[in-house]
């Protein structure tokens, strides 16, 4: 990676930097994620943990156990989630980025959904766009 990736929440309390590629570009339906971003579906991507920094006001920066080895963390002042990780999971070591708290561009290689069973009601997924 050339460059390093830098994000923020909305009021920009909380900044972090990645210094590792993302990978897994993902958009996930689970209910968890729609009712953590008020949304059809949250987008994500997975770093190594030890390549995140924060940068600004690590205070501000709050945690929440959604499920079992599930942590989610977001803006204690404007609550835009930005991370997650799952210490039960395959990758323990690696925390998975909003990818719209992204400030930096990046254009991933490719990407997929998941949890579409689970997905919202009123969201129309492109057949086109569906995981094969």
Do not use: N
Not at 14 to 29: E, G, I, M, N, P
Not at 70 to 75: D, E, K, M, N, S
């Amino acid at each position: 990676m050339d460059q390093s990736l830098h994000g923020s929440c909305l009021c920009g309390a909380v900044s972090y930097q990645l210094s590792s590629a993302l990978k897994a570009f993902t958009h996930c339906h689970c209910r968890k994620c729609q009712k953590a971003h008020g949304a059809a579906f949250a987008t994500y991507a997975s770093a190594p943990r030890s390549a995140l920094a924060i940068t600004a006001d690590a205070s501000a920066l709050k945690a929440y156990p959604s499920s079992p080895g599930v942590t989610r963390q977001f803006c204690g002042h404007c609550g835009s989630s930005l991370f997650w990780s799952d210490a039960r999971g395959a990758f323990p070591d690696w925390i998975s980025i909003a990818v719209a708290t992204l400030d930096t561009p990046f254009q991933p290689a490719k990407q997929r959904h998941s949890c579409i069973e689970d997905k919202a009601c009123w969201y129309q997924l492109d057949d086109a766009r569906r995981p094969r």
